[in-house]
T-cell receptor
Framework: KAGVTQTPRYLIKTRGQQVTLSCSPI?????VSWYQQTPGQGLQFLFE???????NKGNFPGRFSGRQFSNSRSEMNVSTLELGDSALYLC??????????????FGEGSRLTVL | AQSVSQHNHHVILSEAASLELGCNYS??????LFWYVQYPGQHLQLLLK??????LVKGIKGFEAEFIKSKFSFNLRKPSVQWSDTAEYFC???????????FGKGTRLSVIA
């Protein structure tokens, strides 16, 4: 069974640009969550999608947005990039609406560097 | 809002030493508790979880954790660490119901020969 796939794995952007990250969950998983991982802050929750609906949202500015498609694949977008957005962005999938089970299956992440 | 504290930022142990990593959370209601591990160059994976029942839970690779409700703690233990246990360990909590999984900032474990 293929795991959670995130693309691209690495990317470099400059301040002010925007970026779109993609996540393909494990087959059959309907819930997708996104986290930002940085050395100083650890993992911070961005949002969760289930059946194309955003179910939970973390405390991030409106520049961070996401969506989920009917095949459960998800994308997140960050507009007007700032230096502080440099981080590893992790996607995680789970069978049901993820937070109740707590067992999240993580991808390897997309490492974003903002110059 | 829930929060999770992991007391140790970096722990260095010799092989065969015993391990205990601390984790405390702040939330007064019923919670689900987890430990995740991230080996170098690999993705985060679940080590063990507690939902209810026996407060001592066993996970993969000989790890166990004990839930002490009165102390709001869920410490991770292993009697004898191996070099292959070198990794970053994350404690995570979510309140019952559809709430986000909140992670601690992680503890980096380095096991030396």
């Amino acid at each position: 069974k293929a795991g959670v796939t995130q693309t691209p794995r690495y990317l470099i952007k400059t301040r002010g640009q925007q970026v779109t990250l993609s996540c393909s969950p494990i087959s059959g998983h309907r819930s997708v969550s996104w986290y930002q991982q940085t050395p100083g802050q650890g993992l911070q929750f961005l949002f969760e999608y289930f059946s194309e609906t955003q179910r939970n949202k973390g405390n991030f500015p409106g520049r961070f947005s996401g969506r989920q498609f009917s095949n459960s694949r998800s994308e997140m977008n960050v507009s007007t990039l700032e230096l502080g957005d440099s981080a590893l962005y992790l996607c995680a999938s789970s069978l049901s609406q993820g937070m109740n089970t707590g067992e999240l299956f993580f991808g390897e992440g997309s490492r974003l560097t903002v110059l | 809002a829930q929060s999770v504290s992991q007391h140790n930022h970096h722990v260095i142990l010799s092989e065969a030493a015993s391990l205990e990593l601390g984790c405390n959370y702040s939330y007064g209601g019923t919670v689900n508790l987890f430990w995740y591990v991230q080996y170098p160059g690999q993705h985060l994976q679940l080590l063990l979880k507690y939902f209810s029942g026996d407060p001592l839970v066993k996970g993969i690779k000989g790890f166990e954790a004990e839930f002490i409700k009165s102390k709001f703690s869920f410490n991770l233990r292993k009697p004898s660490v191996q070099w292959s246990d070198t990794a970053e360990y994350f404690c995570a909590v979510n309140a019952r119901g559809n709430t986000p999984l909140v992670f601690g900032k992680g503890t980096r474990l380095s096991v030396i020969a």
